[in-house]
């Protein structure tokens, strides 16, 4: 069964930088698209980042500031997020689809299942 797990959240000021960690479990992640997803209240679930076989994705609102990676040999995918501002604040998921060669919706939530539980991330201004 797949199991993904996030950790790294944690609060900051504007203009700081964390690094989101995803470990997954139970699948390779060289074998499968992983994407980076958050949440506020009230609000859909929007698409970060996305690796897939293509190489990388990011929303419009992260270009240049966010970078998606991963490390096989950890089955680790990372999120280094920079110039955080406050409204990056939000619940981080990190979410996994196979195959990874297709970017065919890939910053769509729907198109996943496998979802890890989620991390706090909070920039003050």
């Known amino acids: 069964q797949a199991l993904l797990v996030e950790s790294g959240g944690g609060s900051v000021q504007a203009g700081g930088s964390l690094q989101l960690t995803c470990a997954a479990s139970?699948?390779?992640?060289?074998?499968?698209?992983v994407s980076w997803f958050r949440q506020t209240p009230g609000k859909d679930r929007e698409g970060v980042a996305a690796?897939?076989?293509?190489?990388?994705v990011y929303a419009d609102s992260v270009k240049g500031r966010f970078t998606v990676s991963q490390d096989n040999a950890k089955n680790t995918v990372y999120l280094q997020m920079d110039a955080l501002k406050p409204e990056d604040t939000a619940i981080y998921f990190c979410?996994?689809?196979?195959?990874?060669?297709?970017?065919?919706?890939?910053?769509?939530?729907?198109?996943?299942?496998?979802w890890g539980q989620g991390t706090q991330v909070t920039v003050s201004s």
């Open positions: 690796l897939y076989g293509g190489g990388s």
């Open positions: 139970g699948f390779t992640v060289r074998t499968y698209a």
């Open positions: 979410a996994a689809r196979y195959p990874r060669w297709s970017n065919k919706g890939i910053l769509d939530p729907s198109e996943y299942t496998n």
